[in-house]
């Protein structure tokens, strides 16, 4: 149960830095309008929030977190943005998430 909770939230993390920077990205190249930048430092925000909520040293956290948001963000690029992942990009996703299992679930000496 400890693993699920702790994927379901690096994916909500991944998922609020997404926003987060995506909503500015929408303002700077597609000229959508500068109120999109509120619910992005709000995103922002509740990313930062939830990072904090893991139970083990922070390096930990964010080594490990970097792997499921490079899943998130080539499920983004399909989702949101339309284009289909590569073959390539699918097998760099399964490696980062590989690596999230090592770094979190490795069994530990006390």
Do not use: N, Q
Request: charged share 10%; net charge neutral.
């Amino acid at each position: 149960m400890f693993e699920l909770k702790t994927i379901a939230l690096f994916f909500v993390t991944a998922v609020a830095e997404i926003v987060g920077c995506y909503l500015p990205y929408l303002c700077l190249k597609e000229g959508r309008s500068a109120w999109l930048l509120v619910p992005a430092a709000l995103s922002l925000a509740l990313f930062a929030w939830l990072l904090s909520l893991h139970p083990t040293a922070a390096g930990r956290v964010y080594a490990a977190y970097g792997g499921v948001y490079i899943f998130t963000a080539i499920l983004w690029l399909w989702s949101v943005e339309g284009i289909r992942p590569t073959a390539w990009d699918l097998v760099g996703a399964s490696v980062a998430l590989a690596g999230m299992a090592i770094i979190m679930f490795a069994p530990r000496g006390a």
